[in-house]
């Protein structure tokens, strides 16, 4: 795995578009995404980390990007917030096997680590994808709403609930909201489980999982009145 220099940036394509299958189903998709070269992300991943679920999935619950464990596994939610994640839907009453987990952008965004020393480190942390990286892996997201066919998206966090609600949306004012969308399903926002883990204290960390339980909760409810 090559790190990406400054000066040898490929931004690509600017479309994961240019990528897709002839014909549209969540397998294809699956397949055709590891050959996506729509942003420059590419370069330093692992691999492309696709969606997960059943199409015809209630409720489409969608991430900022894989992470480190995500991108080494190939699958979405892995490790704590996924347990944080799914101990979440089970208090809202929402079944796991009702849910398709995926992220905005598929590839792992990070920047490497050094050591006192000035040398390399092995940890790889966490880099929020810029504008330019969510719109050009947009495509892929929109088509999976439209292969999955859900009745309302959540929305995890504020670079999720951002691409799709628009730059001025704000989680912290706006979570729980439910909104019109053109892609068909009500949208919803609410923050990113790996948020709550990051609380420092155990009483701020229980508060906030209460708070993103109530905002499932939201969800839970609106799925009954749909139905």
Not at 12 to 23: K, Y
Not at 80 to 103: F, H, K
């Amino acid at each position: 795995m090559a790190e990406k220099t400054p000066d040898a940036e490929d931004r690509g394509t600017g479309s994961a578009g240019d990528f897709f299958p002839v014909r549209e189903t969540l397998e294809r998709m699956r397949a055709a995404v590891q050959a996506c070269r729509g942003c420059g992300l590419y370069l330093d991943a692992t691999q492309a980390v696709f969606g997960e679920g059943r199409r015809g999935a209630q409720v489409m619950l969608v991430g900022e990007q894989p992470g480190d464990k995500e991108d080494l596994a190939g699958q979405p939610f892995v490790g704590p917030s996924r347990a944080q994640l799914d101990r979440a839907l089970a208090a809202a009453g929402i079944e796991r096997e009702a849910a398709y987990v995926t992220n905005v952008v598929k590839h792992f965004k990070w920047r490497r680590t050094y050591t006192a020393a000035g040398t390399p480190g092995k940890r790889r942390l966490h880099d929020k994808p810029n504008a330019y990286e969510v719109g050009a892996c947009r495509p892929w997201l929109e088509a999976e709403i439209r292969q999955v066919g859900p009745n309302i998206v959540v929305l995890l966090g504020t670079t999720a609930a951002q691409a799709l609600l628009g730059r001025a949306f704000r989680v912290t004012r706006q979570r729980g909201e439910f909104f019109a969308s053109e892609l068909g399903p009500l949208l919803t926002a609410t923050v990113h489980p790996s948020s709550i883990l990051r609380v420092p204290d155990e009483s701020s960390r229980e508060s906030a999982f209460n708070q993103f339980v109530r905002d499932l909760r939201r969800v839970a409810g609106k799925l009954a009145e749909i139905a």
